[in-house]
T-cell receptor, first 109, second 113 residues
Framework: GQSLEQPSEVTAVEGAIVQINCTYQ??????LSWYQQHDGGAPTFLSY??LDGLEETGRFSSFLSRSDSYGYLLLQELQMKDSASYFC??????????WGAGTKLIIKP | EPEVTQTPSHQVTQMGQEVILRCVPI?????FYWYRQILGQKVEFLVS????????KSEIFDDQFSVERPDGSNFTLKIRSTKLEDSAMYFC???????????FGQGTRLTVV
């Protein structure tokens, strides 16, 4: 079956750096995406990795290693507004997004 | 900025009733999706739609579900006979291409009582 594994919850301090890992096992792979979802809100796109390496977008970076079926999202200079759930999602051989269960990021002052 | 819009934001229905959830995707997008998210759980793929037909559907998308694009702008999800376990947030999403960023609507919270 297809599966994505990510931690259920991560806690960090405002201003710090946090890394959310994601490992995947899917039928086909056309890229790893990250989405942010605030409570009661819709998922919003953060980043996409189609090839190995690091992609940087402001305070957020995402990394992919296809040989390890692994990626991570790195959030720097954490702000209270970054408190949300973060989902990794893999596009499989049918180009469908298969989602992880989400990581709840708790930020403490 | 273009956005995906969904109506209604909240729908309460009695078990066994039919519901129609509506979505207006971004106008130049070609791929449309419905996802479901039970409270506190992960987002689950239901169905994708391209070129006026279903391209993929999940095991969740059984005979009780159907999708339509009745005109050039709306994209609807119909649940024929709702069950208690259909209670969830339903998200519509659209993409410009088949492997690009997915834009999500704000969702319809369906409560079946």
């Amino acid at each position: 079956g297809q599966s994505l594994e990510q931690p259920s919850e991560v806690t960090a301090v405002e201003g710090a750096i946090v890394q959310i890992n994601c490992t995947y096992q899917t039928s086909g792979f056309y890229g790893l995406s990250w989405y942010q979802q605030h409570d009661g809100g819709a998922p919003t796109f953060l980043s996409y990795n189609g090839l190995d390496g690091l992609e940087e977008t402001g305070r957020f970076s995402s990394f992919l290693s296809r040989s390890d079926s692994y990626g991570y999202l790195l959030l720097q200079e954490l702000q209270m507004k970054d408190s949300a759930s973060y989902f990794c999602a893999v596009r499989d051989s049918n180009y469908q997004l298969i989602w992880g269960a989400g990581t709840k990021l708790i930020i403490k002052p | 900025e273009p956005e995906v819009t969904q109506t209604p934001s909240h729908q309460v229905t009695q078990m066994g009733q039919e519901v129609i959830l509506r979505c207006v995707p971004i106008s130049n997008h070609l791929y449309f999706y419905w996802y479901r998210q039970i409270l506190g759980q992960k987002v689950e793929f239901l169905v994708s739609f391209y070129n006026n037909e279903i391209s993929e559907k999940s095991e969740i998308f059984d005979d009780q579900f159907s999708v339509e694009r009745p005109d050039g702008s709306n994209f609807t999800l119909k649940i024929r006979s709702t069950k208690l376990e259909d209670s969830a947030m339903y998200f519509c999403a659209s993409e410009e291409g088949g492997n690009t960023e997915a834009f999500f609507g704000q969702g319809t919270r369906l409560t079946v009582v």
